[in-house]
């Protein structure tokens, strides 16, 4: 996991810095008061979280970042935010993407605090299903704005999750399970919430390809590969379906999802582990539930409990 921290008065400073840690960008302010900014970021491979606090009103403008920006306004506002021809403000609770990766942008950030949510695009392909007869190529979302409150108060929820669950603790992000499962789990968060070119109707082609032995193939990958930062896009290929195919095969014949029989799959690993493991040589439950990709472990002791029938604690202790 890497993390950064800036604070800083000096305008020119702040654009340098900027500049390195986003994108090729101008700034500018008339305040006449201090223009002291603030930034926090941790960041895992494809996701990075920000803390932002500009204490003043600056004007940006920003070369194209070629990753999804998500922006939570937590006090403040951003005002005459453009790009592509679109202009919008925002305010407290708000929660936009901030451009198409390939667009700039420029606006105006008023006395603000707020969140920056950076996540590379192919991870929108990596767990979307794409829409039918499309040339394959990357999901993209198609609006700035989420389609309803509702999703946007459960994608603050998720932002809020990765970065004080798996963020706030860098042991549990450099594991390779925990920062794959939450960075999937925060591109499924952000299809949810815009609109976007992916589509998870089953076609014709799906439901032919539904077959027992698609399943056998893609059961067969995620036995051999549990133990790896596996996507949905993964299984997929490997049973040589789309994804939205794979997700109807689970769907018909094992009334579940590709990801939560991989889940169940790597439960099973832990259990396993607890089973072997010596808690006398400091081996935690927390431990075994991060190597398998179980970044918040009171799910997890759910998970267990339901599956096995007691705490995974008292498994640790034999």
């Given amino acids: 996991m890497d993390t950064l921290f800036f604070d800083s008065d000096d305008l020119g400073l702040t654009e340098d810095f900027l500049s390195r840690a986003y994108s090729s960008m101008h700034i500018g302010s008339d305040d006449p008061g201090a223009v002291r900014t603030r930034i926090s970021r ?35 506002t951003i005002q005459d935010h453009t790009f592509d021809g679109v202009t919008d403000a925002f305010g407290p609770g708000d929660v936009v993407s901030f451009a198409p990766p390939e667009l700039p942008y420029s606006g105006r950030i008023c006395h603000a605090r707020y969140n920056i949510t950076m996540l590379d695009t192919d991870l929108l392909t990596q767990v979307a299903a794409g829409a039918p007869g499309r040339v394959p190529g990357p999901v993209r979302l198609t609006g700035h704005r989420p389609h309803s409150p509702a999703a946007a108060r459960r994608l603050r929820q998720t932002v809020g999750y990765v ?28 299809l949810a919430t815009f609109p976007n070119t992916a589509l998870t109707d089953p076609t014709a082609t799906d439901r032919n390809d539904a077959r027992p032995a698609t399943l056998r193939r893609a059961l067969a990958y995620i036995d051999d590969h549990a133990g790896e930062p596996v996507t949905v896009a993964d299984i997929a290929a490997a049973a040589h379906v789309t994804v939205r195919g794979l997700q109807y095969t689970f769907r018909r014949h094992l009334d579940t999802t590709p990801l939560a029989h991989l889940r169940r799959v790597r439960l099973a690993h832990a259990h396993d582990d607890l089973r072997a493991a010596d808690p006398l040589d400091g081996t935690t ?3 075994v539930a991060a190597r398998w990709g179980f970044f918040h472990p009171g799910r997890f002791a759910t998970l267990y409990r339901s599956a096995y029938g007691r705490p995974p604690h008292r498994t640790l202790a034999g």
């Avoid at 941790?42 to 920006?69: H, K, N, Q, W």
């Avoid at 706030?168 to 920062?179: E, I």
């Fill in 163 to 190: 970065r004080d669950h798996v963020l706030a603790s860098p042991g549990l992000a450099d594991q390779p399970l925990v920062a794959s499962t939450a960075a999937q789990h925060l591109a499924a968060g952000v």
């Fill in 42 to 76: 941790a960041a895992m491979p494809s996701v990075s979280v920000d803390e932002l606090d500009l204490g003043f009103e600056m004007s940006y403008s920003v070369t194209p970042l070629g990753r999804i920006c998500l922006c939570l306004v937590h006090e403040g």
């Fill in 285 to 287: 439950v927390t431990d």
